[in-house]
């Protein structure tokens, strides 16, 4: 069991947090009061006798880490800065205050990053933990230097890209990434997106000729089968053994390749599995329109199902979004399926969205759920202990979570510029109702309350 240091009584604090019960993931549910002082977690012990110029009842909510969304894209339909602001306010009043952010493009990173960084200082709410995506031979012979000069250590590349966007990249490719991650001299991971491509573009080709012009997004799964991730997920962890490099597959979202997987990671130790809150939350049957079109696609309940059954026995890891925040302007759900762009802004409705389905519905203790956002994800990319948990000593990033809060989800109502939401008209149970960064409340009840963005890029 975990001693925890009661605080002098003489001691003074920033801010306490009474009355709750605190979540420290991997340690337990423990009733206590939080002490925070220079943007860090001080202590915990009870309130009496200790100074704090600010003091928070907490009384019935949990006292949880701020969440870590590991899988955010930003600046793909709008300005960097534009997404950048949108999206990590958004993320605050969810109750994430740290996200993993890919950044793309055909350029050296060289070229666009530093940029990037000083948005990140003046635009975000939220911390950045930034993963560069690597496509071409230029961008994987610079991995070192991205590590030394940028310090970022989490890469990734596209077994299967999306035409017009982002390349596919082979397994050659793959091997010669992880040579370059082995250079540097740091713990790398290496961020995959797996679907096989050939099956895909087979699979999209027959799609097209069945349903033509008129399919929906229920048919827009069919161009991306449970085949394509389940070889692909064999392929990568083949790959990652053998290479001797940590992988993080990200958005695990079918029956057949958690399956898989679940065969697979007892044997191999460089394996890392996130699935995402819609494919927790939400199935390709609840929609009809094009709205909902994301790749890849939203799956069946039966997919759903298997993937809480991996979350509850610890085959899955973490819990990300894969955000995109696009509006309906720039989706233009009016096309063909087929050329819908792919993408919805869900951070601000993660943490209900996944506690409403894990903990309400299914019985899931908050704890484990709690785990799986917040120290999985920062484990996984180097940033545990400082983010992800609440001892002494991390950065005081916290979140209180009211259990007995219900809403009806309105896109109207979220924070996000993005005009439309997956979960429109849905009643969510389990809000964030106050998120702490660095030790300064950001959002109060549903209100942003942050003077200005305090968001920094994490260097590992």
Not at 111 to 117: C, H, K, L, N, S
Not at 358 to 384: C, L, N, Q
Request: charged residues 25%; proline residues 6%.
């Amino acid at each position: 069991m975990h001693t925890f240091r009661e605080p002098p009584s003489d001691a003074k604090a920033d801010l306490a947090v009474v009355g709750g019960m605190v979540v420290l993931p991997g340690h337990g549910i423990i009733k206590a009061d939080l002490f925070i002082k220079d943007g860090k977690v001080q202590s915990f012990g009870a309130a009496e006798g200790i100074h704090a110029k600010k003091t928070v009842d907490a009384s019935g909510k949990y006292v949880c880490p701020g969440l870590m969304d590991p899988h955010v894209h930003l600046g793909l339909f709008a300005p960097m800065e534009t997404d950048m602001a949108s999206e990590t306010k958004a993320a605050v009043m969810g109750g994430i205050t740290t996200t993993g952010v890919f950044f793309g493009g055909p350029d050296s990173h060289f070229a666009t990053f530093p940029e990037i960084a000083e948005q990140a200082e003046r635009y975000s709410y939220t911390d950045i933990v930034p993963h560069l995506v690597i496509g071409n031979e230029e961008q994987m012979r610079e991995i070192p230097d991205y590590a030394r000069y940028f310090g970022v250590t989490s890469f990734k590349v596209y077994m299967n890209g999306i035409p017009g966007m982002i390349p596919s990249v082979d397994d050659g490719f793959i091997l010669d990434v992880m040579e370059q991650m082995k250079r540097t001299g740091r713990q790398c991971i290496l961020c995959c997106h797996t679907e096989n491509t050939h099956i895909v573009s087979r699979a999209l080709r027959d799609a097209k000729e069945k349903y033509g012009e008129h399919a929906d997004v229920k048919d827009w799964m069919e161009s991306h089968p449970a085949m394509a991730e389940e070889e692909a997920v064999m392929r990568i962890s083949y790959l990652a053994e053998k290479g001797r490099i940590p992988v993080y597959l990200v958005h695990i979202g079918t029956k057949d390749g958690i399956q898989k997987l679940r065969q697979i990671k007892p044997f191999n130790k460089y394996v890392h599995i996130e699935t995402t809150s819609p494919y927790l939350s939400v199935t390709s049957e609840q929609f009809d329109g094009h709205l909902y079109k994301m790749e890849p696609p939203l799956r069946k309940p039966e997919d759903k199902n298997a993937l809480w059954e991996a979350l509850d026995d610890g085959v899955i890891d973490t819990i990300g979004t894969d955000n995109v925040c696009e509006n309906i302007s720039e989706k233009q759900p009016e096309r063909s399926i087929w050329d819908v762009v792919p993408g919805y802004s869900v951070v601000e409705t993660h943490l209900a969205s996944v506690l409403t389905e894990g903990v309400v519905k299914r019985g899931i203790s908050i704890e484990k759920v709690i785990t799986h956002m917040t120290r999985r994800p920062a484990e996984a990319f180097g940033v545990y202990p400082q983010k992800g948990t609440l001892l002494p000593g991390s950065d005081a990033d916290l979140v209180l979570i009211d259990m007995n809060e219900t809403r009806e989800v309105h896109a109207r109502d979220m924070h996000s510029r993005s005009d439309f939401s997956i979960f429109e008209g849905r009643r969510l149970t389990g809000w964030p109702v106050m998120t702490v960064k660095g030790g300064s409340i950001v959002m109060e009840n549903g209100m942003l309350v942050a003077e200005a963005p305090s968001g920094h890029m994490v260097k590992r």
